[in-house]
């Protein structure tokens, strides 16, 4: 299956600010996902990032807040934009591991964002 | 809509002894379903999976479920924990759509005792 390299691993960041995390996968997938875990909660998905068309975004997440680019089959990044503490999460990317979803699915390790 | 519901958000149990995690899902397609284990500051690892093959699945580390489709259950067993099996478990589904995206359970925190 798929390997993901998943970067920065954490960072603490001032409120106001942005912050790029950047997914690196070491084959060619069609679509990649994003997720965010609030602290103590399970994971919530916010876009599907393609390949050469505009992110899916779930219903509360919108992509002022969240700009999503995928620039090749490999490579996806996802910005969280003028932070605030409630957005200190871990944030993860996702994608299948095979073929079609009955694979299952390879996660990045995360990065885990402090906002201060 | 698709959901999954895992019943319990804490278990413990004594190291050696069963364990038992549930889940019930609903969905309108043919699911499928997969259990996700997390450990401390570590990432998501795929235990097993189910894709309207077996309906009882083997997965890693002694692990396995048992689809049911009349009980829209998926719950979780080991004979025998270890105590390398505390973290958090989270069931989820994944409709064969055209948004292959998956859903996930609220997890549940195992706990095991020695």
């Known amino acids: 299956s798929a390997v993901i390299s998943q970067k920065p691993s954490r960072d603490i960041c001032q409120r106001g600010t942005s912050l790029t995390i950047q997914c690196q996968v070491d084959s060619q997938v069609t679509m990649m996902f994003w997720y965010r875990q609030q602290p103590g909660q399970s994971l919530t998905l916010i876009a599907t990032a393609n390949q050469g068309s505009e992110a899916t975004y779930e219903s509360g997440f919108v992509i002022d807040k969240f700009p999503i680019s995928r620039p090749n089959l490999t490579f996806s990044t996802l910005t969280v934009s003028n932070m605030s503490p409630e957005d200190s999460s871990i944030y993860l990317c996702?994608?299948?591991?095979?073929?079609?979803?009955?694979?299952?699915?390879?996660f990045g390790s995360g990065t885990r964002l402090t906002v201060v | 809509a698709q959901s999954v519901t895992q019943l319990d958000s804490h278990v413990s149990v004594s190291e050696g002894t069963p364990v038992l995690l549930r889940c019930n899902y609903s969905s309108s397609y043919s699911p499928s379903l997969f259990w996700y284990v997390q450990h401390p500051n570590k990432g998501l690892q795929l235990l097993l999976k189910?894709?309207?093959?077996?309906?009882l699945v083997k997965g890693i580390n002694g692990f396995e479920a048992e689809f049911k489709k009349s009980e829209t259950s998926f719950h979780l067993t080991k004979p025998s924990a270890h105590m390398s099996d505390a973290a958090e478990y989270f069931c989820v589904v994944s409709e064969v759509d055209s948004s292959y995206k998956l859903i996930f359970g609220s997890g549940t925190r195992l706990l095991v005792r020695p």
């Open positions: 996702s994608v299948a591991a095979g073929p079609t979803a009955n694979y299952g699915y390879t």
């Open positions: 189910y894709t309207s093959a077996a309906t």
